[in-house]
Antibody, heavy 122, light 107 residues
Framework: EVQLVQSGAEVKKPGESLKISCKGS????????FGWVRQVAGKGLEWMGI????????RYGPSFQGQVTISVDKSIDTAYLQWDSLKASDTAMYYC???????????????WGHGTLVTVSS | DIQMTQSPSTLSASVGDRVTITCRAS??????LAWYQQKPGKAPKVLIY???ILESGVPSRFSGSGSGTEFTLTINSLQPDDFATYYC?????????FGQGTRVEIK
């Protein structure tokens, strides 16, 4: 069974940088991807982007392109979400998710982490 | 980019009711549509994928239908455990957009 363990909650000031992580385990093949989803308190789910550990192929949601950086370290099955300069509006829960793609056919977000709460406040 | 529009945003229902949630895509997504259930403080969980395939372990009172641009999630005989927020999502493409969500609350 795939498990995703995310790093702990963070409290940061505006303008600070941050990198949160998501470690996956239990994969049965190499054709898995990681994804990141944002959820502001009381609001809906927003797809931020996905990354393939095999070649670091990354796709960003239109609202997040240029705002965050998604990366991966395949050697430790860990994905990252990074901000260079946080804003108060980045305050949210960030979920890591994982799914498989085979032959151009992907599953939906089958596996989810517990979420990392990021609070940005002066 | 493909936009996903869910309706209604809130739905009040009673235990035993049959409820239907609609999701519309701004362009054809064939059958690349998933439905998720989310309860407060928890991560979402997949209920349906490829528009109509029930995820393993999901009760059969949940069903999905549709293709192209219009999709529905139906819950037959609503149970207390079903009061939650439901999201549709287009996937398997360069853009994996979520709908805005439908909160199913107790009438």
């Amino acid at each position: 069974e795939v498990q995703l363990v995310q790093s702990g909650a963070e409290v940061k000031k505006p303008g600070e940088s941050l990198k949160i992580s998501c470690k996956g385990s239990g994969y049965t093949s190499d054709t898995y991807w990681f994804g990141w989803v944002r959820q502001v308190a009381g609001k809906g789910l927003e797809w931020m982007g996905i990354i393939y550990p095999g070649d670091s192929d990354t796709r960003y949601g239109p609202s997040f392109q240029g705002q965050v950086t998604i990366s991966v370290d395949k050697s430790i099955d860990t994905a990252y979400l990074q901000w260079d300069s946080l804003k108060a509006s980045d305050t949210a829960m960030y979920y890591c998710a994982s799914f498989y793609c085979t032959g151009g056919v992907c599953s939906p977000l089958d596996y989810w982490g517990h979420g990392t709460l990021v609070t940005v406040s002066s | 980019d493909i936009q996903m529009t869910q309706s209604p945003s809130t739905l009040s229902a009673s235990v035993g009711d049959r409820v239907t949630i609609t999701c519309r895509a701004s362009q054809s997504i064939t059958k690349w549509l998933a439905w998720y259930q989310q309860k407060p403080g928890k991560a979402p969980k997949v209920l349906i994928y490829k528009a109509s395939i029930l995820e393993s372990g999901v009760p059969s009172r949940f069903s999905g239908s549709g293709s192209g641009t219009e999709f529905t999630l139906t819950i037959n005989s609503l149970q207390p455990d079903d009061f939650a927020t439901y999201y549709c999502q287009h996937y398997n493409d360069y853009s994996w957009t979520f709908g805005q969500g439908t909160r199913v609350e107790i009438k």
